[in-house]
């Protein structure tokens, strides 16, 4: 219990940071956040692939962090480290898998991935390839989660398949920021988002 209120406090400090500063403050508490939730999944796994892709996952994404935070623009470097950390997600979610794939959901994720990807475009510019790989792995990551919950109807799939529904949001507010003209909201809706994704795929490796 009081990991879990140190790291929503943690990840209030690092919000907060990014409006009003200080600057040490915005790139220390992000990362350390990431670190909390290691800790967790760390401790609480049994070394199954499910508990170490999670792992792999949040380590990935903590170098995408510190490469989204870096003072010069290393949007490239931090889009391949997420893309990474979401095919490590996916394989565990795949892993757990219950029973025959049901067919209609990833072509409902793969409507809204072309929606979305449709909506970027005029502003992508030679980001066009990278985001559509990028659009393309996160939705794949999605459908492994909802795979995982609609062929075993168990709380570590329900918690799995929230958390992938949760980053899609948070990664969908990141692009309209960055692609479609900055939102002074952005901030606090793409990290707490994110965050909350994170925490609730940790906690779907602990309810197993």
Not at 6 to 19: G, Q, R, V
């Amino acid at each position: 219990m009081w990991v879990w209120l140190a790291i929503a406090l943690s990840a209030l400090l690092h919000i907060t940071a990014a409006y009003h500063g200080p600057r040490w403050q915005f790139y220390i508490f992000k990362p350390f956040t990431m670190l909390l939730l290691i800790s967790i999944a760390w401790q609480s796994g049994d070394s199954s692939f499910y508990h170490l892709a999670i792992l792999l996952g949040l380590f990935l994404s903590v170098v995408g962090d510190v490469f989204l935070m870096w003072p010069k623009d290393r949007f490239i470097p931090g889009v391949v480290a997420f893309a990474l950390a979401h095919i490590a997600y996916c394989a565990a979610f795949w892993s757990q898998l219950g029973s025959q794939i049901v067919w209609w959901l990833p072509a409902m994720l793969a409507a809204a991935g072309v929606i979305v990807f449709l909506l970027l475009l005029p502003s992508l510019g030679k980001m066009v390839v990278p985001v559509a790989i990028y659009i393309t792995v996160i939705t794949q990551m999605a459908w492994a989660a909802g795979e995982f919950w609609l062929t075993t109807a168990s709380t570590s799939a329900l918690l799995a398949f929230a958390g992938a529904a949760v980053f899609m949001f948070s990664d969908l507010c990141l692009a309209i920021d960055r692609f479609r003209g900055p939102f002074r909201a952005a901030t606090i809706m793409v990290m707490t988002s994110y965050f909350l994704a994170q925490s609730l795929i940790v906690a779907s490796l602990l309810a197993i």
